[in-house]
């Protein structure tokens, strides 16, 4: 089963900006991966944040943004706020066999 | 208002079987993919499984594969999550969640202990 990559931790400066990506064991991060991005903040159920790379829910704030990126697929923020202080999970699919695969998480502080 | 309440989770003996269930309301059930996804305490997201619209499609993480059965009752409108041969690594929060991951139910905590 493929791994699926995340920074451990990564420390933002409020209103600063910071990029969390997403890797695969198997090659570059496409969009036939349709990856997805989950903020869990402590004791709260996951909320998703992205879809396909870059699609926004209506609760996503507009500081967030996706992308591809060095064959990555990659969650930007921009101006960062002490509410974004979160747990980061992104997740990707592998068509081939169907299966679903969600990366080790990014702590991300706001510091 | 769009809704998914897990039950089912407990305590059990490894070795052991329980059956989750997701009930959902406020969506047309029947035309979602639906999926598992665990917790364990204290770290991060674990895909288990999904099944398609009419249940004839059910895909396994490795880690479950032949111990878990994913399925579902359209007309009830509730997800199901069989678990045999429980380990003690199976110890987890168990959210359901419909496809595109939106929503998520609350979870329902599974422990695997003697």
């Known amino acids: 089963q493929a791994v699926v990559t995340q920074e451990p931790s990564l420390t933002v400066s409020p209103g600063g900006t910071v990029t969390l990506t997403c890797g695969s064991s198997t090659g570059p991060v496409t969009s036939g991966h349709y990856p997805y991005w989950f903020q869990q903040k402590p004791g709260q159920v996951p909320r998703t944040l992205m879809y396909d790379i870059s699609k926004k829910y209506s609760w996503t704030p507009a500081r967030f943004s996706g992308s591809l990126l060095g064959g990555k697929a990659a969650l930007t923020l921009s101006g960062a706020q002490p509410e974004d202080e979160a747990d980061y999970y992104c997740s990707l699919s592998y068509s081939g066999t169907r299966i679903w695969v969600f990366g080790g998480g990014t702590r991300l502080t706001v510091l | 208002e769009v809704q998914l309440v897990e039950s089912g989770g407990g305590l059990v003996q490894p070795g052991g079987s329980l059956t989750l269930s997701c009930a959902a309301s406020g969506f047309s059930f029947n035309t979602y993919w639906m999926h598992w996804v665990r917790q364990a305490p204290g770290k991060g997201l674990v895909w288990v499984s999904r099944i398609n619209s009419d249940g004839t499609i059910t895909t396994y993480a490795d880690s479950v594969k032949g111990r878990f059965t994913i399925s579902r009752d359209n007309a009830k409108k509730t997800l199901y999550l069989q678990m045999d041969s429980l380990r003690a690594e199976d110890t987890a929060v168990y959210y359901c969640?419909?496809?595109?991951?939106?929503?998520w139910g609350q979870g329902t905590l599974v422990t695997v202990s003697s």
């Open positions: 969640a419909r496809d595109l991951f939106d929503p």
